[in-house]
């Protein structure tokens, strides 16, 4: 389309009063430029038809991490544990009496918090019930096989002992305790990889970060000298303090110039050469491609890719968020995600006093306990040959196709959808003593298998190729 085309497509859109009104209004709830706020709304509505890919291009995957084999254990894992932690957890959502709206961690920005009136959150943010042995060995239960929690989230504050600020955990709170440090020993103890989200461009606590426009003046911030004074440091501790770490969870490059998102990877790299870099620390410059917050690509992709995902509709502890998806529909997400060759973060929520909300628990251990049966056909698999089918998915290994059935066919009567491989046998996966007939039916295999659904949520049948 030219410049022109699209001028006329723009003039010819009447925009209703309302319609304007309401994007001034909500671009001053959010401290958002009217265009901005404009543009966040059709990126939505395009996001909701589909419309945009999965995976934005800036936060893809560097060339030359395609084939690298550093990124063997994540490519393995398939799935892992995000924890939102912070001080958004002491409000919970709840500001002034008035519950507000959307993700928990944004209630500084939502509710245009003050910086000396947020700060005061870190005098209440005790967590006594934290245990790092715990939440460990619930990931580990759940069959989750990386931690990334967050060390800085955009709220500024830290989670760690950090040397540069002293607005972290150790120094501001009563509870005075360096959380990642005790979560290191014990993913290092329980054999799981820890890894950091750190926020590197929005900080609205910092004077010079991005984001805050209501305590400071954007025009007269330097935000190059807080990715070098501030950003750089920091990183550098979590890379030399805490051991081996997995991954640097960045996030929302936004502002971060090419530069700036080349000399952040290459410093991850310097400190610890096997530790990854998301793929949004933006200009395509990670080791991973990021999907958008909670999105799923609709095929298959030749990359290595990860989905964020919140369990209810918040990434940070809200007290009145009960919208939690069921474990049935996680593990098929899983699956879904797994069937198209990327990985599952699924993400918790502490509570202010260090405890994972028992639905979360209750859900992670149910996808634990399928994943116990049939992890084989998740773990270090490959996208298997039967893609774009609603019914069913696949993974595989050599000599083995794994199809994940979420709707058992009537009369165990299974039409195998076409594929190059020849089928020598077929069983299933939670018990290999039941071994399905594979029988050639009008240029289809077809097999055949139990009546009734053996596992409701997704039945694993093994096909030997
Ligand atoms: O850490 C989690 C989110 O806090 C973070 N990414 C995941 C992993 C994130 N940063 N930015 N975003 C997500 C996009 C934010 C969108 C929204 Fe809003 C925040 C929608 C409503 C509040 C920004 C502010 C857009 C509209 C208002």
């Known amino acids: 389309m030219t410049e022109k085309e699209a001028n006329e497509i723009v003039r010819s859109i009447e925009l209703s009063e309302e319609l304007a009104e309401r994007l001034t209004k909500t671009a001053r709830t959010y401290g958002a430029s009217t265009s901005e706020a404009a543009e966040y709304l059709v990126r939505w509505a395009l996001d909701r038809m589909e419309a945009r890919p999965a995976i934005a291009e800036d936060r893809g995957q560097r060339a030359s991490a395609k084939n690298d084999p550093r990124l ?28 507000i709206r959307g993700i928990g961690e944004w209630i500084m920005l939502r509710a245009r918090i003050p910086v000396a009136e947020y700060e ?66 014990e993913c290092q103890k329980q054999g ?87 793929g949004r620390v933006g200009n395509q410059m990670g080791d991973y491609a990021s999907a958008g917050d909670n999105r799923i690509p609709a095929e298959a992709i030749d990359l290595d890719w990860e989905t964020p995902a ?19 529909e996680m593990i098929q997400k899983l699956v879904d995600i797994v069937s198209k060759g990327g990985n599952y973060l ?48 696949s993974t595989a290994k050599p000599g083995k196709v794994y199809m994940h059935i979420f709707d058992w066919p009537t009369g165990g009567k299974i039409v195998v959808p076409a594929m190059d491989q020849a089928v020598t046998g077929a069983y299933l996966l939670q018990d290999a ?12 295999v077809v097999l055949t298998g139990p009546v009734e659904a053996p596992d409701a949520i997704a039945t694993v049948v093994v096909l030997n190729v």
């Open 346 to 393: 699924l993400n918790v929520g502490p509570t202010a006093e260090g405890v994972i909300p028992q639905p979360s628990v209750d859900r992670l251990l149910g996808m634990g306990a399928w994943l116990d049966v049939n992890g084989e056909a998740i773990y270090s698999t490959k996208p298997g040959p039967i893609q774009g089918v609603s019914w069913c998915r």
């Open 433 to 444: 003593d039941v071994v399905l007939a594979v029988e050639e039916q009008d240029d289809a």
């Open 72 to 99: 063997d254990w994540w490519r393995n894992a398939k799935f892992g544990m995000f924890i939102h932690w912070g001080l958004y957890a002491v409000p919970a959502g709840t500001w002034k009496g008035e519950r």
């Open 192 to 278: 799981i990889r820890l890894c950091f989200y750190y926020s590197q461009t929005q900080d609205w606590h910092h004077p010079d970060g991005n984001g805050n426009n209501w305590d400071y003046d954007p025009a007269e911030q330097d935000f190059a000298k807080y990715v070098e004074e501030y950003v750089k440091p920091q990183v550098t501790e979590l890379l030399t303090n805490y051991g081996p770490i997995g991954l640097i969870w960045f996030d929302t490059p936004k502002t971060m110039t090419e530069e700036q998102s080349v000399s952040l990877m290459e410093l991850v790299h310097e400190l610890q050469p096997d530790c990854l870099v998301s």
């Open 310 to 328: 919140t369990i209810n509709d918040t990434w940070g502890f809200k007290t009145y968020d009960h919208n939690w998806k069921s474990t049935e």
């Open 120 to 185: 005061q959150f870190a005098k209440e943010f005790n967590p006594v019930k934290f245990d790092a042995a715990e939440w460990v060995s619930l990931a580990k239960r759940a069959g989750q096989k990386y931690l990334t929690i967050t060390a800085k989230h955009h709220d500024g504050f830290c989670l760690f002992d950090s040397k540069v600020t002293d607005y972290d955990m150790v120094d501001a709170t009563p509870f005075g305790r360096d959380v990642l440090k005790e979560l290191s020993e």
